[in-house]
């Protein structure tokens, strides 16, 4: 199944470093959000964007991961001539990520 299904996710971008969370829609699923949803996995998953170091904080009493993902904007808002310079799809992109049932 996809990540969707158990949970959904926020971005925000300062510069060139953009932070994703993962936020299970319910606790009973936060285990299996913690376990399977990793730095590598996810570096793996956006393996197209090509990002520098990221980091990981686990939120367990919120039900949730942030990852902050280094030069993963090509430069940031002002720099970058993606149509995505903010990086709000990747969100979306991480969502898709596929976890066992």
Not at 62 to 71: K, S, T
């Amino acid at each position: 199944m996809q990540l969707r299904a158990i949970a959904h996710s926020r971005t925000g971008d300062k510069g060139n470093v953009s932070n994703i969370s993962v936020i299970a829609y319910d606790m009973a699923d936060w285990p299996r959000i913690e376990a399977e949803v990793t730095e590598e996995r996810l570096r793996a998953h956006l393996e197209w964007l090509q990002i520098g170091r990221i980091e990981r904080f686990v939120l367990p009493q919120l039900g949730a991961l942030n990852f902050v993902l280094h030069a993963a904007l090509k430069g940031g808002v002002t720099r970058s001539l993606a149509l995505d310079a903010h990086g709000k799809c990747l969100s979306s992109g991480l969502l898709d990520l596929e976890i066992a049932d």
